[in-house]
């Protein structure tokens, strides 16, 4: 069985994964709170975890990986944009305006991560339907002594958690000193965090030990996946600006709540997106939603090859170069593998880049030495292990395609006489080099040279081979 290694957070070393259970291999990965229209970013982790969740079907067996992410559905930005309908003349309740507005949300979201190939988990739960398990779970770590109920709010006592801040490698104090600690007048410590809060009659609400309320999000997804997966699981995932405070805290929680388990036994997170070189931010006039690039006619493939050649771990600069690049390889691969059948299983090449943490960056490098070498079959069974579709080609594709492959063919006797130009000019034979300089003209090939002393080439529309075999 192949072994896969991940980058575990927590340990802060690759190391090798061994489920609890190899017949159920269980990962949580925390969703979208659902209030708008997911941005470019927020498709990085859905992407990196699909990768992972194909590659633990094809270890394990599909039946045997259990896969949560879950939609946060009750949020203040929820409420302020049901209420902002209702001040604009909806005369519908806040209920049903949140509900419309969620339901209007999650839909939008399955569409647009359909459309980058993601396939969806095993279950997508929606904390409003497990607000009883999150009310049960507060009131047990009331009772232990890790919470406390002040002004109709309940906090969890962070000092009373003495691994705190392992995670993200910090010491409490130190958090306090460097972080936006909101203070508030109910708190016995400035970090300690809200498990659950009032609500007024203008706001969603659940009735609880401590009145009309509602959950804070990081007893969420604590208690989801306590339900759904049990105290001790395999892997939890998300974005590395979950770490902190939301990772921490989860672990807080549910290791107070169920001390006899061990919560989750890897931790993996992918880093953060730019857009050509810079923060992704509106004030940059640079942010866009996923939809915003399918609307422009980007592929929903080209938006995942891009995503999937920069390795989870590094930040992932997306450029219209690289969705250039990145349109035209897939393009040349589909005309390469036209009329071609998978072949059952992917190659092992590609297996163990992804097995190797993830390496999709190299698993891309895998596939176009496949493609070079001619094993199409391969090359579309591992294109479909990375999730990757390929794009109907038309007969103007196709010309400029033929044109490639023509230029494959002779790839190597042009390299040849670049060897040989290179070779003089070293040994400052300037006669032998005019002379292959000369017959790169003839043939129809420009000549570019680097500063490095490299030198690259490009065949013109009158290219001749001939006159480039009469080197020999």
């Known amino acids: 069985m192949t072994t896969i290694r991940l980058r575990n957070s927590k340990t802060r070393k690759v190391e090798e994964f061994h489920p609890i259970d190899p017949e159920n291999v269980r990962m949580y990965v925390c969703g979208p709170t659902v209030y708008d229209r997911a941005h470019l970013g927020n498709a990085r982790p859905v992407l ?3 990768v992972l969740y194909r590659l633990l079907r094809h270890v394990y067996g ?9 939609f946060t559905d009750v949020d203040d930005k929820i409420n302020a944009e ?5 001040a604009a003349g909806d005369p519908r309740s806040l209920e049903a305006l949140i509900a419309e507005r969620t339901e209007e949300t999650i839909a939008w979201y399955h569409a647009d991560m359909d459309a980058l190939g993601a396939l969806r988990p095993g279950q997508e739960p929606r904390a409003t339907a497990f607000i009883g398990q999150m009310i049960a779970m507060i009131e047990g770590l009331i009772a232990k002594g890790h919470a406390y109920e002040k002004e109709g709010h309940v906090l969890f006592r962070v000092r009373s958690y003495q691994d705190y801040g392992a995670l993200s490698g910090r010491s409490v104090d130190d958090m306090i000193a460097g972080a936006r600690v909101e203070v508030a007048p109910f708190k016995e410590d400035p970090m300690d965090f809200v498990l659950w809060k009032p609500s007024s009659d203008d706001l969603p609400g659940w009735d609880s030990p401590w009145g009309l309320g509602r959950p804070g999000w990081h007893i969420e997804c604590s208690a989801m996946s306590h339900e759904l997966l049990g105290a001790s699981f395999d892997i939890h995932g998300g974005g590395i600006d979950l770490q902190f405070p939301h990772h921490e805290n989860e672990i807080a ?4 709540a169920h001390p006899e388990a061990g919560f989750a036994n890897y931790w993996v997170h ?3 997106l730019q857009v050509e070189g810079k923060k992704m931010s509106k004030s940059l006039g640079n942010f866009f939603t996923v939809r915003d690039l399918l609307d422009q006619g ?8 891009v995503m999937l050649s920069t390795h989870y771990r590094k930040p992932m600069d997306w450029t219209e170069k690289k969705r250039n690049e990145a349109q035209d390889e897939l393009e040349k691969w589909a005309l390469l593998t036209t009329d071609v059948v998978a072949a059952v299983s992917p190659p092992d090449e590609v297996v163990a880049a992804l097995a190797d943490d993830l390496k999709t960056s190299e698993a891309i490098t895998q596939l176009r030495k496949l493609a070079k070498q001619g094993r199409m079959a391969e090359l579309l069974s591992g294109i479909k292990l990375l999730g990757l579709s390929l794009p109907e080609v038309d007969e103007g594709t196709r ?6 492959v023509e230029g494959e063919m002779h790839r190597p006797l042009i390299e040849d006489a670049v060897r040989r130009l290179v070779e003089a000019r070293n040994r400052k034979n300037y006669a032998e080099a005019d002379r292959i300089r000369g017959a790169f003209t003839l043939a129809g090939v420009t000549l570019s040279f680097d500063k490095d002393g490299s030198v690259t080439f490009k065949r013109e529309q009158n290219f001749d081979p001939a006159k480039l075999e009469a080197l020999k």
């Open 399 to 404: 010309d400029a395609f033929d044109w490639l």
């Open 82 to 86: 049901a209420q902002r309908r209702k």
């Open 253 to 256: 929680q549910s290791a107070c």
């Open 298 to 305: 980007v592929p929903g493939e080209v938006i995942r090859f």
């Open 270 to 272: 992918n880093e953060m």
């Open 48 to 50: 990196v975890f699909d």
């Open 62 to 70: 599909a039946e045997h990986v259990t896969y949560v992410r879950n």
